[in-house]
């Protein structure tokens, strides 16, 4: 069966740190895109990060929202088939469902330059929480 599964989100106060992960199965990660993305009540969902694994040079490249920059760091185990979302300095904006997605290569590579309907999402998030 064709799915992805994200776990780890929690409850955590302001200025504190969660790990996400993302597992794939029925597919290998390689040669594809993988992103998360979040949504907040009464918001639409926006794009976190994303990362490739491929065998060509783009291979590692990442992507982050200008939000979470220098907070969030995006990471892949391939034989784990796993990628996992590193969150840092969490704050209450943080809030939100957080799914990962995947696409082709180029889609995270030229992030800007591709609509949302490039990416694939079957999983029921996760649920992240930043209160005090």
């Known amino acids: 069966q064709v799915q992805l599964v994200e776990s780890g989100g929690g409850l955590v106060q302001p200025g504190g740190s969660l790990r996400l992960s993302c597992t794939a199965s029925g597919f290998p990660f390689h040669y594809h895109a993988i992103g998360w993305f979040r949504q907040a009540p009464g918001k639409e969902r926006e794009g976190v990060s994303c990362i490739i694994s491929s065998d060509g040079p783009s291979n590692g490249s990442t992507h982050y929202t200008e939000a979470v920059k220098g907070r969030f760091t995006i990471s892949i185990d391939n034989a784990k088939n796993t990628v996992s979302l590193q969150m840092n300095t969490l704050n209450p904006e943080d809030t939100a469902v957080y799914y990962c997605?995947?696409?082709?290569?180029?889609?995270?590579?030229?992030?800007?330059?591709?609509?949302?309907?490039?990416?694939?999402?079957w999983g029921q998030g996760t649920q992240v929480t930043v209160s005090s």
């Open positions: 997605s995947v696409a082709s290569p180029i889609v995270c590579l030229h992030y800007d330059n591709y609509p949302s309907e490039a990416w694939d999402s």
